[in-house]
Structure formats: C-alpha cells, structure tokens
C-alpha cells in the first residue's frame, strides 16, 4: 500500500481526503456499536454464552449453531478475548468494512487507473448506509463473505482465476448467499477466463472449513447439510422485507406452491441467460464483469422465495463500483440504494415509508436496465467481431489468467 | 514431461478442451442439426417446465371447485353426455366435452389429470411459438429462446397447472390459425380461430384481425361463413343431449362472463381508471360501442391507406387487438391478458427494441393473476391501467408508423 502511495505521488488534499473518510467511517460505527438488534439478542449472545458453558471450542460438537463453522470460528474467538463481546463483535465486522472499502478501491484502481476514483470508491463504500448498518447496527456479518467475493473478482481482473476461486471458495465457507453470483463464475470459465479444476476449491475449501468444527465432535453429515438446514428456516414468508417479486404477488398466498414454483422460475430464467451468453461469442471486458455480477446479485433474489433485506449485500457492493467506473450508471446505484436501506430500516427501525411493493418495481426496472444493458453489449462485441468500443479504450477485455 | 508443463503454461487443458469441443458439438435429429449445448437446454428447460408445473398442481382453484368439479361428477353421475342438458354448466360448450371425456376415465385424480392434459397443451403452446419466431427471425437460437420462455411464463404456468383453466386451448388453435394465415391458408386458418373462439369467447377480441385479413384480400367472405359453420357443428353433441340451441349459442358468444355486477374483475383497464362499480350497465354498453366506434375509425383509416400485410404487421396488428379489445371491453377478468402475453413474446422476438412490452404486460397480466388468488392487490390497478394505456398506444404508434412507412 506504502508503494502504491509513493507511486501515485498523493498530495495533501488525497491524504486528508482519505485520512478524513477513515475517521467518519470509525466515528459513523462508533456512534452506533450500543444499538442491540432483535439478532444480537436472539442469536449472536446466546451462541457466545454457549461457548462458555458447553466448555469453548468443545461447544461446536453441538447444534446450537446453524451458521457455517467458519463464522463460528470468529465467534469463538471473540468469546475467548476480555472485550465486551458485543463491541468485539462489531470491531471485527467492522474491520472488515475497511477491508471491503480497500478492495474496492484496488479493483476500481485496476480497471479505471484514476486516483480519484479510486479514493473516491475507498471513502464512498466506507459511508454506504447498508454497510455500516450491517455491520456496526444490525451486527450482521455479511461483510465477511462480500470480502471475499470482492477479493474473487479482484483476482479475475488481475488475471488469477485460481486465487480468484480460492477466494470464492471461502465465500462461499461463510454464506450461501455467495452462489447468487455463482453463474457469473460459469460465464467466466464459458468465456475460458477460469479452468473447470478451479472450480474444485469451493467443495474443497468448505470442507476444510468444517474440519475443525468436525474434530470437536459435530457430525459430519450435519455440518455437510448446515445450509440445507438453513434454507428451511424462516420460511413463514415468501418474502422477508426484500423488494422482490413477491411483494407485488403477496407474501403470503400460496407459501408451499409459490416456494418450490420460485425455485424453478429462477433456475428457469437463469438457464435461459445463462445459455444465451455461452451461446453467443464475445469478450468479457472488466466493467461487463461488474455489470454482471451486479445483474445476477440482483435477478437470483428478485425470484427466489424467503429472500431476506439483506441478501442484496453483494449487490450493494458491485452497483456501486459500477457506478464509479461507469458514472452514467450511478443513477442505478443511486435507486438501488435507496430501495436496499429502505428495506433495513423496515426491519431495524419499523419504518415503513413507501409500500414494499413499488421499491420491487423499481427493482426490476433495474433489473431490466441491466439486462439491455448486457444485451446490447453482447450484440455490439459480437457483431464487431470483438473489436473494443471507442468509449472503452482503458477498458480492455480479461485475457486468459496465467495460473 | 516437458510437452505437459508447456501444455499446463500454454493455459490448455484437456477438461476444458473437451467440454468446450462438447459444448459445440453438431448433433442431427432428422433434419435438425442441434449443438450439443442446445439439446442440453431444450432438455433441461422442459424438465424445468414439468417441476414447475408439478410444484403448483395441488393448488385447487375456486373455478375448479367450484364449477369444473361439480360438472365432472355431475357427468360420472349420468355416466353421459346427457348431463350436459342440466343448466349447472356457464362455460364454453367444448370444455363440457372434455370434462365428459375426464369423467369417463377411472381412478386417479380428476384435477391432476386436468392439469396434465392442460400442461400438455402448454409444451405445444411454446412449440408453436418457437415455430412462429423461427419463421420471423429464422435464427435457431431465437426459436430454442422463444420455445423456453414461453414455456416458463408465469401467466401460462398459472392458468393451466395452478388455475386448470382452458385459454392454453384456445392460445395453441389461435397460434395455428396464424401460421395458416401466414402462409396464405386461409381455410385452415378460420377453422383453428373458430375452434379457438369454442373455447374461449374472449378470442373474438382477435376478429378484427380476420376482418383486416378480409379486407387485404387474403381470406374471402366465404371462409368466414366457416365461424358459424364450425361453431354450430361444435354445438351438435350438446343439442343431441337435450341443451338448448339458444344456449349453446349464447355460451359460445358470450362465455362463461356470468358476473355483471361490476365492469372489471382484476383486469386493469378502462374501468380501474373511471371507476367500476357505478352506473355499471349503462357504462358497458357505451364501452362496447365506443370500442366498434373505434375499430370502426381504425378501419376507415386503414382501408384509405395502400401498405402491405407482412408477417411482423399482421402480428403487430394481433398484439394490438388483444390488447385494445380487454383495455375497453367490460366485464374483463385477470386473464383477459393471456393471448396478448403470447403474442407480446413473439412480437419482441421478431422485433427486439420492443422487448418491454412482453415484460410489462406479463408482469401486469400476473399482478392481475393475483389479484384473484390472494383477493388483494399490492399495486394499484388503476396505475396498471395507466401501464397497459400506454402499451395500446405504444403498439398502436408502431401500427401507425409501419402503415405509412408502407407506401
């Protein structure tokens, strides 16, 4: 980073600039760590009060856990540290906030070269409400995964699937939410940016993430089946405060039908796209890349069933960086936004301002802008024979990784 | 050994040189000639279809349980077709006939195999479908995309596999009649549009289309003496059975629209905007002459102009009609948007800019569907009514400007 620095030959205004995003940041977090959620005092305590009575590390050989052990992990050793466990909790969290913002700047970095951006990425995703609401309100955890991903994708734009994957695969140890990308990563190997071996870490590393829990007792085939045990929870609703299809359709009718029927429309829909870009022939430039992953963070929640508000994390992160590499799109970034902590704050602070149902409208019409938006680039490359559009000289496409 | 490490640096690898070679390989099936990839798909999406399908088929609709039920095990009482003399049916006189036909079969459930025989009819929906995108675009690709969406649209999901509801029928024989028309049959034609009329009444909302067909010279007034011809014949099981001829013909004109009590049923039309409750009989009638005043302006207009009837015209002339027929017409239900769902899909494939069409109509179409199946809306109706406003006028400026580009 010191290199970086040195290089770029920052001055004063860039130094204070980022120094001063860096207080707000800490200063925003601080201000908010005492807020104790519904999840801090139905899950987070009592599964750190567990580990001091079912004797520490021990305590993962039980069930009283449905997260995947990783996480568990950093819950463990918040438990064993002399810090109120609350503030420990949401200074991890919140480090990776930091972390988040750091990686989004190198990725902007790579695919822009402009300081500006760059810093400006650096202190924007910093002062983001959904994030620090995440972590240092709600004291969830989904920065963690989004790090990671964010970190897979950084790899794939310098040209390093296998750490890309590797990266990926411990996404995807910590949540599940990390497969509503996944079919962005098959368009990457379609588009033979990454090997099918690489593919082999995410098996692999969640394997080995579940080794320890497995060595202090808890059954194998309990920790191999957490996340279908977890699909089957909260499912009282088809849709929990995410603005999704079923907000306009009614959360309520038809549970059963309308859960497996979700499931089925969004395999469907995915299925069709997903033939439709390995079909057609072209280049995948690094900003496409963005596009897409914000397209599928976003398409994978709209249908499927039991999408909670928070689940549009990932999307949350890359609509921004494409807002800063394409500033014509900021407008989406912009509604997204808005639509995403309008959702928290329905859960957080019981507000409800405007009905669910018309922030699912403006979703898919996001949705929508999205989809021309790759359609049209997929016409325009194929037809051009590949040839890079006038107005994305600095953009080039991904060339195949080395590893 | 050094032919492997400059192969692993080289980046090629023989996993991925063998699913990408699989990917593209050419597979014949007769004269088709498919990639592996596209078998692969149309494979998947169909079994993607008949999950779908099977996840809602417990759903037991009101319609079902209420009138379809009822009439099967009236018919398994007669064990006759004679059952159809009773006047507990208010439905088009040919789904009586399968409803006969379903009563006769033993054991197994009356509702499951309904819904099969309705899904059935929804796999032939998207295969003529992706044969109608296939004659406008002739890309293969854009068949194989036609044929998979139209299978997994929510409107014809829900109205054969949730709602066991019969417009698939008349969607299938309104799609044949078409490709008929296309190729300038137009014997073939009136008979599939008249058997579609036989199912749903509501496909008179596309007669205009066939009066455009008369007028462009490519059907004569003696092929349209077929409607009746048909229709009557269709009535002749019924009238063996002792059902009235007065009857049968006022099911066939109007349907099963018993309901008279309110302009609209979910639909979001007219009526969502100036209100549907009041002056409710009055207000119909003026609607139905205000839309024959309509079309009667619309065909003055076209009748002075010289253009051509192509293929994408006619077809924007269909969309147009079902859509503008539900927008004034009263007494519409939530499924008064089905034919122009299917239609909306096949236009957007032949013509890619209007790609939003078939994406609003069909989220409004479902919206509507919903209304019926939870009682309630989330959005308003009367800003749906507004949308699909805007889409009558959006298609019918594409009508406007392609009849004058044709000079």
Redesign the interface.
């Known amino acids: 980073m010191m290199k970086f620095l040195k290089k770029q030959k920052m001055d004063a205004i860039d130094l204070c600039f980022l120094a001063g995003m860096t207080l707000l940041g800490v200063i925003i977090r601080v201000s908010l760590r005492k807020v104790v959620t519904e999840d801090w005092v139905m899950y987070w305590e009592p599964w750190l009060n567990a580990f001091h009575e079912l004797g520490g590390f021990k305590a993962l050989a039980t069930d009283f856990y449905d997260y995947a052990p990783p996480f568990m992990y950093i819950l463990y050793f918040i438990s064993i540290i002399p810090v109120n466990p609350m503030t420990a909790y949401k200074g991890v969290v919140c480090t990776f906030d930091f972390i988040l913002a750091i990686t989004a700047a190198r990725i902007i970095w790579n695919i822009t070269g402009n300081k500006t951006k760059t810093f400006g990425a650096y202190g924007v995703i910093l002062m983001i409400p959904t994030f620090f609401a995440n972590s240092a309100l709600w004291a969830q955890c989904d920065v963690i995964y989004a790090v990671f991903v964010l970190l897979a994708i950084y790899e794939i734009v310098k040209k390093r699937p296998n750490r890309s994957m590797i990266f990926y695969g411990i996404a995807f140890a910590f949540k599940l939410q990390t497969l509503f990308v996944f079919p962005v990563f098959l368009i990457m190997?379609a588009k033979?940016k990454m090997?099918?071996?690489h593919f082999l870490w995410v098996p692999a590393i969640y394997l080995l993430g579940m080794l320890p829990a497995w060595i202090a007792g808890r059954p194998f085939m309990e920790l191999i089946n957490i996340y279908v045990a977890q699909g089957q929870q909260d499912v009282y609703a088809l849709s929990l405060k995410w603005a999704n299809i079923y907000?306009?359709?009614?959360i309520?009718?038809?549970l059963y039908?309308y859960t497996?029927?979700g499931i089925?429309?969004i395999?469907?829909?995915l299925?069709?796209l997903m033939?439709?870009m390995?079909?057609k022939k072209y280049d995948i430039t690094r900003e496409m890349l963005l596009e897409l992953m914000v397209f599928y963070g976003l398409l994978t929640i709209y249908f499927l069933p039991h999408m909670h508000e928070r689940y549009a994390y990932l999307a949350d992160v890359f609509i921004v960086l494409l807002a800063f590499v394409n500033p014509k799109k900021a407008y989406l970034a912009l509604a997204h936004i808005i639509v995403s902590f309008s959702t928290y704050m329905m859960y957080i602070a019981k507000n409800f301002t405007i009905?669910l149902?018309?922030y699912a409208?403006v979703e898919?019409v996001i949705i929508?802008i999205l989809g021309?938006d790759i359609y049209q680039y997929i016409q325009a490359n194929e037809k051009k024979n590949q040839a890079v559009p006038k107005d994305e000289k600095k953009d080039q496409p991904i060339s195949?990784?080395?590893e | 050994m050094k032919k492997r490490i400059s192969r692993y640096r080289r980046g090629e690898n023989r996993m991925d040189i063998f699913l990408k070679n699989l990917i593209d390989k050419k597979i014949k099936l007769g004269k088709l000639s498919l990639t592996f990839l596209e078998l692969v798909f149309l494979l998947v999406i169909t079994l993607f279809a008949v999950m779908l399908r099977s996840s809602v088929f417990s759903v037991a609709s009101g319609d079902y349980t209420s009138y379809f039920e009822p009439w099967i095990f009236q018919f398994k009482a007669w064990d006759s077709l004679l059952a159809i003399s009773e006047d507990v049916s208010i439905t088009n006189i040919p789904i009586l006939y399968i409803l006969y036909l379903i009563s006769k079969v033993q054991g197994g459930s009356f509702m499951l195999l309904l819904k099969v025989i309705l899904s059935v009819f929804d796999f032939i929906l998207a295969f003529l479908a992706g044969y109608l995108a296939y004659g406008f675009t002739k890309s293969k690709s854009k068949t194989i995309l036609t044929y998979a969406v139209i299978l997994v649209l929510p409107t014809v999901v829900a109205s054969s596999a949730m709602w066991s509801q019969f417009e698939v029928i008349s969607a299938v024989c309104v799609l044949l009649s078409f490709c008929f028309a296309l190729k300038d049959k137009p014997y073939p034609a009136i008979l599939f549009y008249t058997i579609a009329t036989l199912f749903l009444s509501l496909t008179f909302m596309l007669l205009p289309l066939y009066l455009l067909l008369w007028m462009k010279g490519k059907v004569q007034i003696q092929h349209l003496f077929l409607l009746p011809v048909i229709a009557v014949i269709s009535f002749i099981p019924a009238l063996l059975n002792g059902r009235s001829f007065k009857e049968c013909t006022l099911l066939y004109l109007s349907g099963s629209f018993t309901d008279k009590t309110i302009l609209t049923r979910n639909w979001p039309n007219i009526f969502e905007i100036i209100g549907k409750d009041a002056l409710v009989a009055e207000l119909s009638k003026v609607s139905i002459l205000l839309l024959i005043a309509m079309l009667a302006c619309i065909f003055y207009y076209l009748s002075r102009k010289k253009f051509e009837l192509t293929p994408v015209l006619m077809l924007r002339f269909a969309l147009f009609f079902s859509l503008l027929m539900p927008f004034f017409l009263p007494y519409m239900q939530e499924r008064s948007g089905y034919m122009a769902d299917i239609l909306a899909v096949i236009y957007a494939v032949a013509d890619k800019k209007k790609f939003y069409i078939p994406l609003t109509h069909v989220f409004i179409s479902y919206t509507a569907y919903s209304a019926y199946f939870s009682g309630e809306t989330y959005v308003s109706m009367r800003v749906l009514a507004y949308i699909l406003l805007a889409l009558v006028v959006l298609v019918g400026k594409d009508i406007f400007l392609s009849v004058n580009k044709e000079k």
């Open positions: 190997w033979n090997k099918i071996q907000q306009v359709l009614g309520g009718t038809f039908e497996e029927a089925w429309i395999l469907s829909i299925l069709i033939f439709y390995v079909y009905p149902s018309y409208i898919f929508v021309i195949q990784g080395g």
